[in-house]
């Protein structure tokens, strides 16, 4: 099965996080078929919270991508402040 999810990057206390699109086999951090966008939990100041290609999302999704719980809410978000 193709899921949507987080993969950790980042240093040490510090997370950043890549919204990717694999295999749910495959490890956190190991192969995936492609990079949504990201998340910063830890963003201040100018830098950008959340990036993602909602269109690429919707594709994903059409074709049978189940997303992890976290990756749902922060699309909720970002279709949120894309309306506004």
């Given at each position: 099965m193709v899921s949507i999810r987080l993969?950790?990057?980042g240093a040490k206390k510090r997370p950043f996080y890549h919204i990717i699109v694999t295999d749910s086999r495959?490890?956190?951090d190991g192969r995936y078929i492609e990079r949504l966008g990201y998340f910063n939990p830890i963003?201040?100041?100018g830098e950008r919270k959340l990036?993602?290609?909602l269109e690429r999302t919707d594709y994903w999704l059409?074709?049978?991508a189940q997303l992890s719980?976290?990756?749902a809410?922060?699309?909720k978000q970002a279709r949120?402040?894309?309306a506004s």
């Open positions: 993969s950790r990057g495959n490890r956190r963003a201040i100041g990036q993602l290609d059409s074709h049978g719980d976290r990756v809410t922060l699309m949120s402040s894309e």
